[in-house]
């Protein structure tokens, strides 16, 4: 993320052994935005990033999606909702830069690397534990579904192989997986125009460019 995090988490630490050579962990921002008594709490203020051959940045641009950064300075809501969607669009954009790679791999006949489902997993797994603010849980509840459709197509796609109907763009639509996330992504886009209308076109913006990357349609 490119906003500093709060004084109470600057740290790097490994990944463990099961992700190693998949993410390294960033610091992240905030008090109470993970679920308590969540065996991850030790480690609750640590989200993944990868690292799998492309930037986020290149995989925006790549997909011809445009990239609008979240500005907390310019952000007018309450300042735990601004933590919450600070950690929720770096959540995003990992999911954008994971969905963009195994499309890409997976259409270059590389079903069988594991290493793409194995990382959606990591972040639903991670994305499942953040703890939002009462206001955005119904928004939260659509992300989580938006990954977990993008992280169940590829899952399929990676079982069946070559035999999979769905694995070219044109194609790609009809699939009930791709059609369930885009709902449940542009919903989660319009809950946030609904929740801040007075938020400034900067940051309206990226609301649309989180959404509309992650959406494979």
């Known amino acids: ?16 052994a099961a992700v190693a050579g998949a993410c390294i962990v960033l610091a992240v921002i905030g008090h109470g935005i993970f679920s308590h008594g969540d065996a991850r ?6 989200a993944p990033s990868f690292h799998i051959g492309q930037s986020v940045d290149e995989a925006y641009a790549s997909s011809s999606h445009r990239r609008t950064v979240f500005s907390p300075d310019e952000a007018t809501m309450p300042a735990p909702e601004r933590d919450y969607l600070s ?16 499309f890409d791999a997976f259409t270059a006949g590389k079903t069988s690397d ?17 703890h939002p603010p009462l206001r955005l ?19 399929e796609w990676s079982k069946k192989g070559a035999q999979f109907e769905n694995g070219t763009a044109t194609a790609l639509p009809s699939h009930p997986k791709v ?16 929740a801040y209308p007075s938020e400034g076109d900067h ?8 959404h509309c990357a992650l959406d494979f349609i």
């Not at 993320?1 to 490994?14: G, I, Q």
């Not at 709490?41 to 640590?46: F, K, N, P, T, Y």
């Not at 950690?87 to 195994?102: E, K, Y």
């Not at 059609?179 to 609904?194: D, F, P, R, V």
């Open 1 to 16: 993320m490119r906003e500093e995090p709060s004084k109470d988490v600057a740290m790097k630490l490994k990944v463990p």
């Open 41 to 46: 709490a030790s480690s609750a203020r640590l």
């Open 87 to 102: 950690l929720v669009f770096h959540v995003i954009d990992q999911g954008v830069l994971l969905r963009v790679s195994a």
């Open 114 to 130: 594991p290493r793409y489902v194995a990382h959606l997993s990591t972040l639903l797994e991670f994305a499942r534990g953040i």
């Open 137 to 155: 849980r119904g928004y939260h509840g659509l992300v989580v579904q938006g990954l977990t459709d993008v992280r169940d197509f590829f899952k």
């Open 179 to 194: 059609q369930s996330a885009s709902s449940s992504l542009h919903q989660a886009y319009q809950t946030l125009l609904e």
């Open 203 to 210: 940051n309206k913006e990226a609301f649309y460019d989180y």
